[in-house]
């Protein structure tokens, strides 16, 4: 298969890859009764357009990275997991718009996800790895982690916050685009959820800034910029398929190399804004 520009690459993503989350009219769903539970609208309906997006990488480089106004200055910022933003404000800011974590962090003990005031700015949205056919009744069967228990136990306690589960569709449509584009096969494990989180801002904005995925200057095999945890595989992966994640990204860029260089960041178009 032939190489494709950077152009290609992010018309091909626009046209195969569509945010889709859970809403409660969906089989099993639909069977039970929490189901009210879940959003009625789509995501996508729900939020956006929004004019400028940072996407925020947790890497240990955004230490000391100053990038916190920037960042902050962005209509929409998403983040991951459990990456807070008090007390490292001047490198990663402090606005919150949209949280998207995996199911590992709802279920683990160590993440206090129903009691820890983390989770409680911006909407949440919320993606398990499911099995490569995306059949939702097999994925209800045999989650990762008990992603729904635990979102029911959050809706209860936080009724008011906007709370989205993805469609296991959307992890393997990009998964799906990075392996076509790849002369090796990769590992069939979901992409990271920084790779999910840059797609989903490309369907919400008009353009997405991408902090430190592609590392900076600063590069360093400090895991997360809020631990003291060191594994390089953090940065270059190993469940997920980050680096060929990483490649894509690359090639879909329109910022300089030297913004990567100085301030590991990346700027790609939104969909809407793109002609394909
Ligand atoms: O580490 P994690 O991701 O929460 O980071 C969010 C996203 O930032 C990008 N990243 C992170 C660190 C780094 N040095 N370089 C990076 O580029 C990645 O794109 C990453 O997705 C995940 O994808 O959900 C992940 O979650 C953690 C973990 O579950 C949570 O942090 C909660 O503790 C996974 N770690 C483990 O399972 C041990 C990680 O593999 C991926």
Known sequence: TPKLSGPELLCQLKDKVEVATLTPDLQPFSLLPW???????????????????????????LRYSGLGKEIDSHEAVLRFNAAPTTGYEKDVGSKTTIRLINSQVMASDDHRFLS???????????????????????????????????????????PLQ??????????????????????????KNPPSSGMLGTVLMMSLCEVVHVYEFLPSRRKT??????????????????????????????RMNQGSD?????????TLPGFRKLNC
């Open 35 to 61: 189901a009210t539970q879940l959003p009625p609208q789509q995501l996508t309906s729900d939020l956006g357009p929004y004019k400028s997006c940072a996407v925020v990488s947790s890497a240990g480089s």
């Open 116 to 158: 820890s005031s983390l989770y409680s700015s911006g909407v949440l949205v919320a993606w398990d790895p499911a099995p490569f056919s995306a059949d939702l009744t097999k994925w209800f069967n045999r989650t990762d982690y008990p992603i729904f228990a635990q979102y029911q136990r959050y809706r209860r306690l936080h």
């Open 162 to 187: 906007p709370f989205y589960i993805l469609h296991p569709r959307f992890e393997w449509q990009i998964w799906q685009r990075i392996q076509d584009n790849m002369a090796e096969p990769i590992q």
């Open 221 to 250: 095999e400090l895991c997360h910029y809020y631990q003291r945890f060191y594994d390089a595989a953090c940065t270059l992966g190993a469940y997920h398929p980050l680096l060929y994640e990483k490649n894509l990204v690359k």
């Open 258 to 266: 030297r913004d990567i260089y100085t301030s590991g960041r990346v």
